[in-house]
């Protein structure tokens, strides 16, 4: 059974740094695709970044291109998401999703696992 573990979380002032961490476990997962999401209230849940492990191709969203880098340690199977420049609209909870052989990383309802979530509070 896949269990993902986000951490990292916490309050940060606008202009700070963050990086979120997911710990994977229970798979291979090297033929697998991995993204963070994030769901802010009264909102839809989110994408916000993906990474295939085996190429390292990446994606991201528009609202946080050039501010947000996913990365991934084959070594630990852990899953990466350093967010830089920071704004009070990036306050969200976090959730990293795992899907084995995804095609289209940047919806939802691509994937099947997910993690309990991490909340990160950007403070103006």
């Known amino acids: 059974q896949v269990q993902l573990v986000e951490s990292g979380g916490g309050l940060v002032q606008a202009g700070g740094s963050l990086r979120l961490s997911c710990a994977a476990s229970g798979g291979t997962f090297s033929d697998y695709a991995m993204g963070w999401f994030r769901q802010a209230p009264g909102k839809e849940r989110e994408f916000v970044a993906a990474?295939?492990?085996?190429?390292?191709?990446?994606y991201y969203s528009e609202a946080v291109e050039g501010r947000f880098t996913i990365s991934r340690d084959n070594a630990k199977n852990t899953v990466y998401l350093q967010m830089n420049s920071l704004k009070p609209e990036d306050t969200a909870v976090y959730y990293c999703?795992?899907?084995?052989?995804?095609?289209?990383?940047?919806?939802?309802?691509?994937?099947?696992?997910w993690g309990q979530g991490t909340q990160v509070t950007v403070s103006s």
């Open positions: 999703a795992a899907e084995r052989a995804a095609v289209t990383v940047r919806r939802a309802t691509t994937y099947d696992y």
């Open positions: 990474i295939r492990w085996n190429s390292g191709i990446t």
